[in-house]
């Protein structure tokens, strides 16, 4: 299948007072059409980074994109100016945010930032566009939303305005969906809901997601491969099966056994990975995760590994790669 984006050698720092922080670096991936791409990763691994860049929302100073191309189909985003880009953003490619208390206008009425998507990008009048935004905070599982649409963002929940922000992120049918923590504030019924609309417009439309979650229960499910971020690199990258069964990286190894086990032995401790993330202002020398790695080795502290496949379809950012892959019987 075709690729619907491509990302190719994407690098973001900020220039600060305190230096320059190294948010992403050099990371590269894509997506094909009908594909569910899952990023994952701790807070501060820069994958709402590598989105926003991606959109070109960025700010600039202090920010600085570099990128050997963000293509969408066959048109390079990095050489989009301003105006362009806002040709582009919400009809063929589109973001959930994470917070949407600080996405939304609260200025404006729901209904009207709903209708601007589709007066704009889809030349409806405002009753065409107030009727198919309705039509849309229905589809999210939000009642009464030709009542909703009169309200403000503050006058919702916390759940209903992420469902507000997941309704105008698709209400074009964008080719390319970026979804940004897309179920952090609702309960598990309304997020198999919404699963199942992202689903849904997918099959429709052979719509590519790009999922950036936490929850690594949400990643088995939707994600057909996946990408492990850490310090602004990509570490892992597999088929969603073949990672979860066998992670040929120790961070990789470590997330997974984050999860909590309902099946394990009753009173025994989560586990959870030790120490934190680096400064990424100063990062180390070689592998960042090696202080907190038990296969750490001499050599991981000298030079950032290079990223190898230890087995077909998969990559590694690990001197250990290989030996993991076969300790996992990785395939």
Do not use: W
């Not at 001499?298 to 993991?324: F, H, K, N, Q, W």
């Amino acid at each position: 299948m075709a690729k619907a984006l491509d990302v190719r050698d994407l690098s973001v720092r900020f220039d600060t007072q305190h230096g320059n922080v190294q948010a992403v670096d050099h990371v590269s991936f894509s997506i094909e059409e009908g594909e569910t791409l899952g990023l994952v990763g701790e807070s501060g691994s820069g994958k709402s980074v590598s989105s926003l860049a991606i959109m070109g929302l960025v700010p600039s100073p202090p920010g600085v994109v570099e990128a050997g191309g963000i293509m969408l189909g066959d048109r390079d985003l990095n050489t989009f100016n301003a105006e362009a880009l806002r040709r582009v953003r919400g009809k063929e490619v589109a973001m959930v945010f994470q917070d949407p208390m600080t996405s939304l206008n609260p200025l404006l009425t729901v209904g009207r930032q709903l209708t601007e998507v589709l007066e704009i990008h889809e030349g409806l009048s405002q009753a065409e566009a107030f009727k198919r935004a309705a039509h849309g905070l229905g589809d999210v599982g939000i009642p009464a939303p030709e009542e909703r649409l009169n309200s403000y963002p503050h006058e919702l929940s916390g759940g209903m305005r992420q469902r507000v922000m997941i309704a105008m992120a698709l209400l074009c049918n964008p080719k390319v969906l970026i979804a940004d923590e897309p179920t952090t504030a609702l309960d598990v019924t309304i997020q198999a809901q919404i699963l199942e609309l992202m689903k849904g417009l997918q099959e429709r439309h052979g719509t590519a997601i790009l999922l950036i979650t936490h929850d690594l229960g949400v990643v088995a499910g939707m994600s057909d491969r996946v990408n492990v971020m850490y310090a602004g690199r990509l570490v892992e990258s597999a088929s969603t099966a073949p990672l979860f069964d066998a992670p040929c990286h120790p961070y990789t190894i470590g997330l997974l056994g984050s999860v909590p086990d309902l099946t394990g032995p009753a009173g025994d401790d989560l586990y959870s990975i030790p120490g934190q993330p680096p400064d990424l202002a100063e990062l180390p020398a070689g592998c960042a995760f090696a202080p907190r790695c038990s296969r750490a080795a001499d050599a991981c502290s000298e030079a950032v590994p290079a990223t190898i496949e230890p087995t077909p379809g998969r990559l590694s950012a690990c001197l250990e790669a290989e030996a993991l892959a076969k300790e996992g019987g990785a395939g």
